[in-house]
T-cell receptor, first 113, second 115 residues
Framework: GENVEQHPSTLSVQEGDSAVIKCTYSDSASNYFPWYKQELGKRPQLIIDIRSNVGEKKDQRIAVTLNKTAKHFSLHITETQPEDSAVYFCAASMGQAGTALIFGKGTTLSVSS | EAGVAQSPRYKIIEKRQSVAFWCNPISGHATLYWYQQILGQGPKLLIQFQNNGVVDDSQLPKDRFSAERLKGVDSTLKIQPAKLEDSAVYLC?????????????FGPGTRLTVL
């Protein structure tokens, strides 16, 4: 079945450094790729998303790149801050209607000051 | 706007008991999803509704899980009988359901512990 692989599972950086999280997906029909941030005990919240007709998207310190040929996409966070510490999930659209999401297993990002 | 509401927030039951969760999506959102999030993993889709019809329930363990969305608004998810491996957070999410508006908004979840 379809799956999304996410790496690394944990990432520790110093404040001000950049962080990169990478995901690969298996379903060539996937056309929507969101990234969610989940703080401990809280609900997942969308931080950025990209559609298959776009190669890169940026929003302040966060950027996402997509390579449809290779079926992988990445999240880039620049100038990290302690409040960026959380679990980050990548996801890809899937399912019979093409609107449900399949999630990666998550990356725990720790930013130390 | 009000977010996705879920209740209860926490539930502890013994195995073989039954349990039900409730979700109220964001007003106007046609699509509603139930996800299961086991500790340390990403959410896994259980069922997707479009209005009051089921779009995808291929990953729902139908021998013990059931869900309904009467009148195309609120939804309930039931487990009967529960097993130890059902311990997880059950997340409800909603979206407009239009491919032009793809963002899914998640509720706070119900944390289920099966003893």
């Amino acid at each position: 079945g379809e799956n999304v692989e996410q790496h690394p599972s944990t990432l520790s950086v110093q404040e001000g450094d950049s962080a990169v999280i990478k995901c690969t997906y298996s379903d060539s029909a996937s056309n929507y790729f969101p990234w969610y941030k989940q703080e401990l005990g809280k609900r997942p919240q969308l931080i950025i998303d990209i559609r298959s007709n776009v190669g890169e998207k940026k929003d302040q310190r966060i950027a996402v790149t997509l390579n449809k040929t290779a079926k992988h996409f990445s999240l880039h966070i620049t100038e990290t801050q302690p409040e960026d510490s959380a679990v980050y999930f990548c996801a890809a659209s899937m399912g019979q209607a093409g609107t449900a999401l399949i999630f990666g297993k998550g990356t725990t990002l720790s930013v130390s000051s | 706007e009000a977010g996705v509401a879920q209740s209860p927030r926490y539930k502890i039951i013994e195995k073989r008991q039954s349990v039900a969760f409730w979700c109220n999506p964001i007003s106007g959102h046609a699509t509603l999803y139930w996800y299961q999030q086991i500790l340390g993993q990403g959410p896994k889709l259980l069922i997707q509704f479009q209005n009051n019809g089921v779009v995808d329930d291929s990953q729902l363990p139908k021998d013990r899980f059931s869900a309904e969305r009467l009148k195309g608004v609120d939804s309930t998810l039931k487990i009967q009988p529960a097993k130890l491996e059902d311990s997880a957070v059950y997340l409800c999410a909603s979206s407009f359901g239009d491919r032009g508006e793809r963002e899914q908004f998640f509720g706070p979840g119900t944390r289920l512990t099966v003893l």
